[in-house]
């Protein structure tokens, strides 16, 4: 599981700002996901070493993202390095189920769209805020973090199947939250970074609902 770049919306935005900051911000993320799809093909061969030294990478691009909003051209760069490092890190998991059970990633692709896609409209569209839903989600993802590493060393009967539920849940909640801060803000740089959460928001809401569809294969 991947968590979000730090980011503080600022007040509300006029119309036309919206416009083009949302154009721009989900012409950002549809680019990311065509980086991690290069990524994952191009690098679908290497070992599952190559995939953690990609999830670092990754995460350093991350953090470098919360000091180049002066720089445009570096952002974007290393938003697009977000993308590859992360479809490299990816590349082992997403061949395994591609030759093993490709029906599972199909489902998993179909259902991760639907869901961004209603979450998303959802924070878009509503006037409540959303920041408490936003923290509290924040927070519980460093508990569903810590669910799941206690899963990696203790057997839980149902554990994935709850962590994958309540995954999905708390993604729910942050997508949402994500959605709202771009029709909020009127910070034009901010972009990158919302793409990035926006991005990262689908990629782990992808990883939950693979491990739903393959858990009978």
Same mark, same amino acid.
């Given at each position: 599981?991947?968590?979000?770049?730090?980011?503080?919306?600022?007040?509300?935005?006029?119309?036309?700002?919206?416009?083009?900051?949302?154009?721009?911000?989900?012409?950002?993320?549809?680019a990311? &996901? @065509?980086?991690?799809?290069? %990524?994952?093909?191009?690098? #679908? +061969? $290497? !070992?599952?070493?190559?995939?953690?030294?990609?999830?670092?990478?990754?995460?350093?691009c991350?953090?470098?993202?919360?000091?180049?909003?002066?720089?445009?051209?570096?952002?974007?760069?290393?938003?697009?390095g977000?993308?590859?490092?992360?479809?490299?890190?990816?590349?082992?998991?997403?061949?395994?189920?591609?030759?093993?059970?490709?029906?599972?990633?199909?489902?998993?692709?179909?259902?991760?769209?639907?869901?961004? &896609? @209603?979450?998303?409209?959802? %924070?878009?569209?509503?006037? #409540? +805020? $959303? !920041?408490?839903?936003g923290?509290?989600?924040?927070?519980?993802?460093?508990?569903?973090?810590?669910?799941?590493?206690?899963?990696?060393?203790?057997?839980?009967?149902?554990?994935?199947?709850?962590?994958?539920?309540?995954?999905?849940?708390?993604?729910?909640?942050?997508?949402?939250?994500?959605?709202?801060?771009?029709?909020?803000?009127?910070?034009?740089?901010?972009?990158?970074?919302?793409?990035?959460?926006?991005?990262?928001?689908?990629?782990?809401?992808?990883?939950?609902?693979?491990?739903?569809?393959?858990?009978?294969?």
């Amino acid at each position: 599981m991947i968590d979000s770049p730090s980011y503080s919306g600022t007040g509300s935005a006029s119309s036309d700002d919206t416009h083009v900051l949302f154009g721009q911000t989900m012409g950002y993320v549809a680019a990311t &996901a @065509g980086f991690f799809t290069l %990524g994952a093909y191009l690098c #679908r +061969d $290497l !070992s599952y070493g190559w995939a953690f030294v990609g999830f670092i990478a990754s995460f350093a691009c991350l953090i470098g993202l919360n000091f180049t909003r002066q720089s445009p051209g570096a952002s974007v760069g290393l938003l697009f390095g977000v993308g590859f490092l992360l479809g490299l890190a990816m590349s082992p998991t997403i061949s395994y189920y591609a030759g093993a059970n490709p029906q599972a990633l199909w489902q998993a692709g179909g259902a991760t769209a639907l869901f961004i &896609a @209603g979450c998303g409209a959802a %924070g878009y569209a509503t006037r #409540r +805020d $959303l !920041s408490v839903i936003g923290r509290a989600c924040y927070w519980a993802l460093f508990v569903l973090i810590g669910f799941g590493i206690v899963m990696i060393f203790v057997n839980i009967p149902g554990g994935s199947l709850a962590y994958s539920i309540l995954g999905l849940v708390v993604f729910a909640g942050l997508t949402m939250f994500d959605f709202q801060r771009l029709r909020l803000s009127s910070d034009i740089d901010s972009a990158p970074l919302m793409a990035a959460s926006i991005f990262l928001d689908a990629l782990n809401v992808f990883n939950f609902f693979l491990n739903l569809f393959s858990r009978n294969r």
